[in-house]
């Protein structure tokens, strides 16, 4: 069956620097991919629609310059956190969907600690 | 705006009875709805879903739902539940796109399992 992959699974980084996180779709091809956030022990929270070619999709409350969406192919889309804080410190989750109508791959997240 | 409502956040099960997981949505037009289920500090799996046609549906791990439009609902049913059915498990309902689907995700539902 279809895969995404996430990467890194967890990372720990110091206060003020960047994290990027990678989301591969293995076996097709996603013309778009969405990120979610999710704090411990609450639902996940859908941050951005990401879209190969063109500039995301970010939801109401989600600072772009702060969260960084880049796909630039159609098996690749990246997160970067800049200038992390450790209340940026969470799970974050990306989806991808072969197409229309199909139903959605998840990665297997990755936990951002931020120190 | 579409959202979900799991109005239990836990839920302890003795092991080989019956589960069922409440869901409410609201949304516009026809829902798109689907559970997912997610272990611990892992990406999620889609146990079901639902676009149309017979209104309950079955899905992976003997789980089933059933879509009830006039309570706006989408209970989900495991007739006999066993140890490794504890996880968290989230309800959603997606806004049909292009290419995959926005998904807006329920509060989640903890499910523990005695022996």
């Known amino acids: 069956g279809a895969v995404v992959s996430q990467h890194p699974s967890w990372v720990i980084c110091k206060s003020g620097t960047s994290v990027k996180i990678e989301c591969r779709s293995l076996?097709?091809?996603?013309?778009?991919m969405f990120w979610y956030r999710q704090f411990p022990k609450q639902s996940l929270m859908l941050m951005a629609t990401?879209?190969?070619?063109?500039?995301?999709?970010?939801e109401q409350g989600v600072e772009k310059d702060k969260f960084l969406i880049n796909h630039a192919s159609l098996t690749l889309s990246t997160l970067t956190v800049t200038s992390a804080h450790p209340e940026d410190s969470s799970f974050y989750i990306c989806?991808?969907?072969?197409?229309?109508?199909?139903?959605?791959?998840f990665g297997s997240g990755t936990q951002l600690s931020v120190l | 705006a579409q959202s979900v409502t799991q109005p239990d956040i836990h839920i302890t099960v003795s092991e080989g009875a019956s589960l069922e997981l409440r869901c409410n949505y609201s949304y516009g037009a026809t829902p798109y709805l689907f559970w997912y289920v997610q272990s611990p500090g892992q990406g999620l799996q889609l146990l079901l879903k639902y676009f149309s046609g017979d209104t309950l549906v079955q899905g992976i791990k003997g789980f089933e739902a059933e879509f009830k439009r006039s309570q706006s609902s989408f209970n989900l049913r495991k007739p006999s539940v066993h140890w490794s059915d504890a996880a968290e498990y989230f309800c959603a309902v997606g806004a049909y796109q292009a290419a995959g689907n926005k998904l807006t995700f329920g509060g989640g539902t903890r499910v523990l399992v005695k022996p």
């Open positions: 076996d097709f091809q996603a013309t778009t």
């Open positions: 990401s879209n190969e070619g063109s500039k995301a999709t970010y």
């Open positions: 989806s991808a969907s072969p197409g229309r109508g199909e139903k959605l791959f």
